[in-house]
C-alpha cells in the first residue's frame, strides 16, 4: 500500500533552518516523481518545490529559490526538503504528494499525500 510519512516540521526562529523528510513506501522513486506543498492558515495549497524521477530535475516556486533545496536518497525512499534562511511567510502545514514520473504544479494531478508537518517561523 502506497504510504507518504512526512517529518521534521517544528517552531524555528527567522532566519534559521529545517530539513523535512518524506518517506514513500509502496512505490520506488525511480518511477514517481515527489513535490512538496505548503498551505498557510486560510489560504489554498500552494506547491513548493518538485523532484522528478528519473534525471532528478527540480523545480521551485519563486519565493523559496536560492533558500529551498529538494534532494533524494533512492535506497532510502526519501525526499527532502533542506530549508534554509527561514522567515514568518514560510509558516505553514508542509505536504509531500507522489506523480507518476513527472512533476506538476497542480494539486489535483497528485494521487497520494502524507498527513503533513508543521513549520512554524517565529521569534
Known amino acids: 500500500q502506497l504510504q507518504l510519512v512526512e517529518s521534521g516540521g517544528g517552531l524555528v526562529q527567522p532566519g534559521g533552518s529545517l530539513r523535512l523528510s518524506c518517506v514513500v513506501f509502496?512505490?520506488?522513486?525511480?518511477?514517481?516523481?515527489i513535490a512538496w506543498f505548503r498551505q498557510a492558515p486560510g489560504k489554498g495549497r500552494e506547491g513548493v518545490s518538485c523532484?522528478?524521477?528519473?534525471?532528478?530535475?527540480?523545480y521551485y516556486e519563486d519565493s523559496v529559490k536560492g533558500r529551498f533545496t529538494i534532494s533524494k536518497d533512492n535506497a532510502k525512499n526519501t525526499v527532502y526538503l533542506q530549508m534554509n534562511s527561514l522567515k514568518p511567510d514560510d509558516t505553514a502545514v508542509y505536504y509531500c504528494?507522489?506523480?507518476?514520473?513527472?512533476?506538476?504544479?497542480?494539486?489535483?494531478?497528485?494521487?497520494?499525500w502524507g498527513q503533513g508537518t508543521q513549520v512554524t517561523v517565529s521569534s
Open positions: 509502496g512505490i520506488t522513486l525511480d518511477h514517481y516523481a
Open positions: 523532484i522528478g524521477s528519473g534525471d532528478d530535475s527540480s
Open positions: 504528494a507522489a506523480i507518476a514520473y513527472y512533476c506538476s504544479g497542480f494539486t489535483t494531478d497528485y494521487d497520494y
